[in-house]
């Protein structure tokens, strides 16, 4: 496995029976008597039990219909529930696949952190991926700017690990309300060989039929989370008590202003220029990514019900955080023909 | 923030609809999504700001917001001011969580609206007010009904641009009234608005008082959707078998349609092996009922075979399990469907079934929806066809169930997905299932009368002679105290088959209903002969797959074309000639010959009376009536 350009982190089985959540009710349910009938399901409202179940149906299916599946895993709040519902899709059997995180090395630090602690407490078996090549030429955000940095340390790196581990089938949190080219993305989104998207060659999924049929080189994304919105994913993060990486919730933290945005000092790889003093801001990011691309934004939400009451009312999207959707026109477009997620 | 009034909230939950809009760039259909993504409040400052910026660029509303731009997500789409692909959208209000499939209008994309409307529960069909309902508002509604639609709503948009006029939206609400009439919808729910200015989408405009009906949005908010498959019979299809120890077997899958409980007797549809349900498992612990939609495992008390694929059931609710059925298809591949070629099918979650198209009954126009004969789909069309599958599978009627009535065509080379497909009814029950036993069975009747039942079938050219030879051999019958019925082309159309026209298309469906009634008339034990053009292989084929082997006679009067028309009894040759009727066997339409009848009669040389008894000849060699 140590081939160039990959450091792999398995993280042991620890867990048999797989992964049971922290709330002690339904874990005591559960020890106590195989009988016992939940009513925690209940609680959830209808078009949230419905978008679970569409995703654990989506997830079976990949399993059942491909050789060598993978989970993709950015440690954000899509991943997190992404990660939630699939370890409910195959309970009481472990999960059938590893993680994969393509790490950037840009990452904030507490998420690495979390990363780690997250494949610790389910017991799920985790792959870290760097492009090392990349990591040797010096390609960073600050210098190379976002699009060459997000080609090279996403994108080609993605590639290199499906490759390496001859994964057929990945899964990606994205979610359809995202981004205009995403809307028309397809559950099962198909990539001929070398990872390449063609929106003119999709297959047409109608109902839940889905077509897993695969050539030699050949793969699939797939995109179990593709009808949720950031709304509901924070709903059913409230409701089925998720633990997310903190740095959603609001907080003091150090930020400067840079190109428009918010931006945190989280290592002094950021490089203050001569105008820039770090202050001190309550804030919080609606999404994660490489911390000088991500922006904050100020907000008191310090728990997930301020978060989820913050979005009733939230008047910018999730993505204008991102500077790497502005990069250029029709950017995210062209990233994924490129073979971005 | 109060947390709890925030929990609350969110747990008071909402429902979800699908629906599909449908209608060309023209029609203000992207308007109109984007009017209500933007008044819903679901459109960020950010998206407004761009959508500004691609307005200038793009857009074709002068200095206003192009709210197509809202939608048109592709750069060529936006370049070129159309829609390619199926985009989804979500919105939702306090009442309601919606997910719209917007899809192109263009015949050319059939396709993309057929994914579109597979998985909708209700149709906006939008029609320009100044144009009324166009050949496309006919195509969509047709192609809605086709995949499932029952609800519909008729959305007369740019009102304002025939001055808010009620006589007009009078006039196009009862044109599409009277079109719409055979489709089937349960709704259909006319509302005049404005895309571009809001009118009625969702607030109720005061430039409409004449309107008294619900505005689009209140309308889609409170629509019962209360899902018709709640009420239906439980149907499992078995998706994956979770299996992580030697203590535990359990089939995973979703619950297509009604409701099952732990103790619940069940059985595999196809093996018809029953046993009952153990435990419903989800990791949230164990459910005492799992309702349609719901993801589940589902543990049983014996141990009997079951694998993906497999569709449980109760055993007084049986799918049909077959390998042969009649389905339409809508082709979605550059090649064209070839009937007869192997192709892998999925239904349900049965994956890899080899299959094949076996007969397209008839081309379906989307614009006229009049059939038409085919001998091949292209890319968008759609057809009647029949399928056989290499094994038996478990089904229902697409009519009645979606989930289980549905299925995909792949391509075997190309792993494409080439037709999807919804299953009107099977044409064989598979022998290890169980019908209901009659006490007095076919051959029972057939000994009282001392014969054989069969089907006597006789086809040829208009004009061959084939109804006068049918005529003489059943007086020849009757004389030797046999029990017939002479089923004729002319007497059909008088009662059974009076609604069908002659068009190739109706031809297909008159000569499908005579064969299952002569069917039926050979279960009584009756000898059935029939006196049919039937110009095709196909459909004389599928009459002869309705009954036993030795049960189907094809008879071929074979008489020159040059003689037909010459002698021309009715006068239809002169007329088709004519160009006075379309479609004529053996003038502008084809006669395919049979390729192995069971009796091939040349008519030049002999008399009806001596071709009669060659027929007589033949069925006491067969031993289907006694020569006395």
Request: hydrophobic residues 40%; aromatic residues 8%.
């Given at each position: 496995?140590?081939?160039?350009?990959?450091?792999?982190?398995?993280?042991?089985?620890?867990?048999?029976?797989?992964?049971?959540?922290?709330?002690?009710?339904?874990?005591?349910?559960?020890?106590?008597?195989?009988?016992?009938?939940?009513?925690?399901n209940?609680?959830?409202?209808?078009?949230?039990?419905?978008?679970?179940?569409?995703?654990?149906?989506?997830?079976?299916?990949?399993?059942?219909?491909?050789?060598?599946?993978?989970?993709?895993?950015?440690?954000?709040?899509?991943?997190?529930?992404?990660?939630?519902?699939?370890?409910?899709?195959?309970?009481?059997?472990?999960?059938?696949?590893?993680?994969?995180?393509?790490?950037?090395?840009?990452?904030?630090?507490?998420?690495?952190?979390?990363?780690?602690?997250?494949?610790?407490?389910?017991?799920?078996?985790?792959?870290?991926?760097?492009?090392?090549?990349?990591?040797?030429?010096?390609?960073?955000?600050?210098?190379?700017?976002?699009?060459?940095?997000?080609?090279?340390?996403?994108?080609?790196?993605?590639?290199?690990?499906?490759?390496?581990?001859?994964?057929?089938?990945?899964?990606?949190?994205?979610?359809?309300?995202?981004?205009?080219?995403?809307?028309?993305?397809?559950?099962l989104?198909?990539?001929?060989?070398?990872?390449?998207?063609?929106?003119?060659?999709?297959?047409?999924?109608?109902?839940?039929?889905?077509n897993?049929?695969?050539?030699?080189?050949?793969?699939?994304?797939?995109?179990?989370?593709?009808?949720?919105?950031?709304?509901?994913?924070?709903?059913?993060?409230?409701?089925?008590?998720?633990?997310?990486?903190?740095?959603?919730?609001?907080?003091?933290?150090?930020?400067?202003?840079?190109?428009?945005?918010?931006?945190?000092?989280?290592?002094?790889?950021?490089?203050?220029?001569?105008?820039?003093?770090?202050?001190?801001?309550?804030?919080?990011?609606?999404?994660?990514?490489?911390?000088?691309?991500?922006?904050?934004?100020?907000?008191?939400?310090?728990?997930?019900?301020?978060?989820?009451?913050?979005?009733?009312?939230?008047?910018?999207?999730?993505r204008?955080?991102?500077?790497?959707?502005?990069?250029?026109?029709?950017?995210?477009?062209?990233?994924?023909?490129?073979?971005?997620? | 923030?109060?947390?709890?009034?925030?929990?609350?909230?969110v747990q008071?939950?909402?429902?979800?609809?699908?629906?599909?809009?449908?209608g060309?760039?023209?029609?203000?259909?992207?308007?109109?999504?984007?009017?209500?993504l933007?008044?819903?409040?679901?459109?960020?400052?950010?998206?407004?700001?761009?959508?500004?910026?691609?307005?200038?660029?793009?857009?074709?509303?002068?200095?206003?917001?192009?709210?197509?731009?809202?939608?048109?997500?592709?750069?060529?789409?936006?370049?070129?001011?159309?829609?390619?692909?199926?985009?989804?959208?979500?919105?939702?209000?306090?009442?309601?969580?919606?997910?719209?499939?917007?899809?192109?209008?263009?015949?050319?994309?059939?396709?993309?609206?057929?994914?579109?409307?597979?998985?909708?529960?209700?149709?906006?069909?939008?029609?320009?007010?100044?144009k009324?309902?166009?050949?496309?508002?006919?195509?969509?509604?047709?192609?809605?009904?086709?995949?499932?639609?029952?609800?519909?709503?008729?959305?007369?948009?740019?009102?304002?641009?025939?001055?808010?006029?009620?006589?007009?939206?009078d006039?196009?609400?009862?044109?599409?009234?009277?079109?719409?009439?055979?489709?089937?919808?349960?709704s259909?729910?006319?509302?005049?608005?404005s895309?571009?200015?809001?009118?009625?989408?969702?607030?109720?405009?005061?430039?409409?008082?004449?309107?008294?009906?619900?505005?689009?949005?209140?309308?889609?908010?409170s629509?019962?959707?209360?899902?018709?498959?709640?009420?239906q019979?439980?149907?499992?299809?078995?998706?994956?078998?979770?299996r992580?120890?030697?203590?535990?077997?359990?089939?995973?899958?979703?619950?297509?349609?009604g409701?099952?409980?732990?103790?619940?007797?069940?059985?595999?549809?196809?093996?018809?092996?029953?046993?009952?349900?153990?435990r419903?498992?989800?990791?949230?612990?164990n459910?005492?009922?799992?309702?349609?939609?719901?993801?589940?495992?589902?543990?049983?008390?014996?141990?009997?075979?079951?694998?993906?694929?497999?569709?449980?059931?109760?055993?007084?609710?049986?799918?049909?399990v077959?390998?042969?059925?009649?389905?339409?298809?809508?082709?979605?591949?550059?090649?064209?469907?070839?009937?007869?070629?192997?192709?892998?099918?999925?239904?349900?979650?049965?994956?890899?079934?080899?299959?094949?198209?076996?007969a397209?009954?008839?081309?379906?126009?989307?614009?006229?929806?009049?059939?038409?004969?085919?001998?091949?789909?292209?890319?968008?069309?759609?057809?009647?066809?029949?399928?056989?599958t290499?094994?038996?599978?478990?089904?229902?009627?697409?009519?009645?169930?979606?989930?289980?009535?549905?299925?995909?065509?792949i391509?075997?080379?190309?792993?494409?997905t080439?037709?999807?497909?919804?299953?009107?009814?099977?044409?064989?029950?598979?022998?290890?299932?169980?019908?209901?036993?009659?006490?007095?069975?076919?051959?029972?009747?057939?000994?009282?009368?001392?014969?054989?039942?069969?089907?006597i079938?006789?086809?040829?050219?208009?004009?061959?002679?084939?109804?006068?030879?049918?005529n003489?051999?059943?007086?020849?019958?009757?004389?030797?105290?046999?029990?017939?019925?002479?089923?004729?082309?002319?007497?059909?159309?008088?009662?059974?088959?009076?609604?069908?026209?002659?068009?190739?298309?109706?031809?297909?469906?008159?000569?499908?209903?005579?064969?299952?009634?002569?069917?039926?008339?050979?279960?009584?034990?009756?000898?059935?002969?029939?006196?049919?053009?039937?110009?095709?292989?196909?459909?004389?084929?599928?009459?002869?797959?309705?009954?036993?082997?030795?049960?189907?006679?094809?008879?071929?009067?074979?008489?020159?074309?040059e003689?037909?028309?010459?002698?021309?009894?009715?006068?239809?040759?002169?007329?088709?000639?004519?160009?006075?009727?379309?479609?004529?066997?053996?003038?502008?339409?084809?006669?395919?010959?049979?390729?192995?009848?069971?009796?091939?009669?040349?008519?030049?040389?002999?008399?009806?009376?001596?071709?009669?008894?060659?027929?007589?000849d033949?069925?006491?060699?067969?031993?289907?009536?006694?020569?006395?």
């Open positions: 496995m140590q081939q160039s350009g990959c450091r792999v982190v398995r993280s042991c089985l620890l867990l048999r029976q797989g992964y049971r959540p922290k709330r002690k009710r339904c874990a005591k349910w559960h020890l106590t008597n195989n009988n016992s009938v939940s009513k925690k209940h609680m959830l409202p209808k078009h949230l039990r419905r978008l679970e179940a569409e995703s654990i149906e989506i997830m079976r299916e990949v399993v059942a219909g491909f050789k060598n599946p993978v989970m993709l895993y950015s440690i954000g709040k899509d991943s997190s529930v992404m990660l939630h519902v699939a370890i409910k899709a195959f309970y009481p059997a472990k999960l059938p696949f590893p993680l994969l995180h393509v790490d950037t090395t840009w990452k904030f630090r507490e998420m690495i952190t979390f990363r780690d602690e997250t494949a610790k407490r389910l017991g799920v078996e985790l792959i870290v991926h760097v492009n090392k090549e990349g990591l040797e030429r010096g390609i960073n955000p600050i210098d190379c700017g976002s699009a060459l940095h997000t080609r090279v340390m996403k994108t080609d790196a993605l590639k290199q690990a499906l490759d390496l581990y001859q994964f057929d089938a990945a899964f990606g949190g994205a979610r359809r309300d995202e981004e205009k080219s995403r809307a028309k993305e397809r559950i989104s198909f990539r001929s060989a070398g990872h390449v998207w063609d929106p003119r060659n999709q297959r047409p999924e109608l109902w839940n039929l889905f897993t049929q695969l050539l030699q080189g050949e793969t699939m994304r797939v995109f179990a989370m593709s009808n949720w919105t950031e709304l509901d994913i924070w709903e059913y993060i409230m409701l089925e008590k998720i633990p997310v990486v903190p740095l959603y919730f609001a907080k003091q933290r150090p930020v400067v202003r840079r190109s428009g945005a918010t931006i945190m000092v989280d290592d002094k790889r950021l490089r203050l220029q001569s105008n820039e003093t770090p202050e001190m801001r309550m804030i919080r990011f609606r999404t994660l990514g490489c911390y000088p691309l991500s922006g904050a934004i100020d907000s008191d939400a310090t728990t997930i019900e301020d978060i989820v009451a913050e979005m009733h009312t939230a008047t910018v999207s999730e204008q955080g991102r500077l790497i959707d502005t990069d250029e026109a029709a950017s995210m477009e062209k990233k994924k023909w490129e073979g971005y997620f | 923030m109060p947390s709890k009034a925030t929990i609350d909230r008071a939950g909402k429902d979800q609809l699908q629906f599909i809009t449908c060309s760039v023209d029609d203000g259909k992207s308007t109109l999504i984007g009017r209500l933007h008044d819903s409040k679901v459109i960020y400052e950010d998206q407004l700001a761009a959508l500004a910026r691609d307005s200038a660029k793009h857009g074709t509303t002068g200095n206003d917001v192009d709210f197509a731009l809202l939608v048109d997500g592709l750069e060529a789409e936006r370049e070129q001011g159309i829609t390619i692909d199926v985009a989804y959208r979500f919105f939702t209000t306090l009442r309601r969580s919606f997910m719209v499939a917007d899809t192109p209008g263009h015949e050319q994309y059939t396709r993309n609206m057929a994914t579109g409307a597979s998985n909708a529960q209700l149709a906006i069909i939008l029609i320009d007010a100044r009324g309902v166009l050949v496309q508002t006919k195509r969509h509604s047709f192609i809605c009904s086709l995949l499932g639609i029952r609800h519909v709503v008729l959305a007369v948009n740019k009102i304002d641009l025939v001055k808010y006029n009620k006589e007009r939206f006039r196009i609400v009862g044109d599409y009234m009277a079109f719409a009439a055979g489709l089937g919808f349960t259909v729910v006319p509302i005049p608005i895309a571009r200015y809001g009118d009625n989408v969702i607030n109720q405009s005061d430039k409409t008082k004449w309107y008294q009906g619900p505005c689009l949005l209140d309308y889609l908010e629509i019962d959707i209360q899902s018709d498959v709640a009420r019979v439980f149907r499992f299809p078995v998706q994956w078998v979770n992580p120890n030697l203590d535990f077997r359990g089939y995973a899958g979703s619950v297509a349609s409701s099952i409980s732990a103790g619940d007797e069940i059985v595999v549809a196809a093996s018809g092996r029953t046993t009952r349900v153990k419903i498992v989800t990791q949230d612990g459910l005492p009922r799992a309702d349609a939609g719901d993801a589940v495992t589902i543990t049983l008390e014996d141990e009997i075979d079951i694998g993906r694929g497999d569709l449980l059931a109760r055993p007084n609710e049986r799918p049909e077959t390998d042969q059925f009649a389905a339409h298809l809508i082709w979605m591949d550059n090649d064209p469907l070839v009937a007869g070629r192997n192709y892998i099918l999925r239904i349900g979650t049965r994956t890899g079934v080899a299959g094949s198209i076996t397209i009954k008839h081309r379906i126009d989307v614009n006229t929806r009049e059939h038409l004969a085919a001998r091949k789909l292209s890319l968008n069309e759609i057809g009647f066809c029949n399928v056989a290499a094994l038996p599978v478990a089904f229902d009627p697409y009519e009645v169930n979606r989930k289980t009535g549905s299925f995909i065509v391509d075997r080379f190309t792993n494409r080439v037709g999807a497909g919804m299953i009107a009814f099977p044409l064989r029950r598979a022998t290890n299932i169980a019908r209901q036993p009659l006490s007095v069975g076919k051959s029972e009747r057939a000994a009282l009368k001392n014969q054989k039942p069969c089907i079938w006789f086809t040829g050219l208009s004009g061959a002679g084939k109804s006068t030879i049918a003489i051999v059943d007086q020849k019958l009757f004389a030797m105290s046999c029990h017939t019925i002479l089923l004729d082309g002319d007497n059909m159309r008088h009662g059974l088959n009076r609604d069908l026209g002659f068009s190739e298309a109706d031809r297909v469906e008159n000569i499908r209903r005579v064969g299952e009634v002569a069917k039926l008339m050979a279960d009584g034990g009756l000898i059935v002969i029939c006196s049919f053009i039937s110009p095709y292989r196909a459909e004389r084929d599928m009459v002869r797959n309705l009954v036993a082997r030795e049960e189907f006679i094809e008879i071929f009067v074979d008489t020159p074309l003689e037909c028309v010459q002698r021309d009894p009715k006068g239809l040759y002169s007329k088709a000639k004519s160009g006075k009727i379309k479609n004529f066997t053996g003038i502008d339409a084809p006669y395919e010959i049979p390729m192995r009848p069971e009796f091939h009669l040349r008519t030049m040389d002999q008399t009806p009376e001596q071709l009669a008894e060659a027929v007589i033949v069925l006491k060699a067969r031993a289907i009536v006694h020569g006395h």
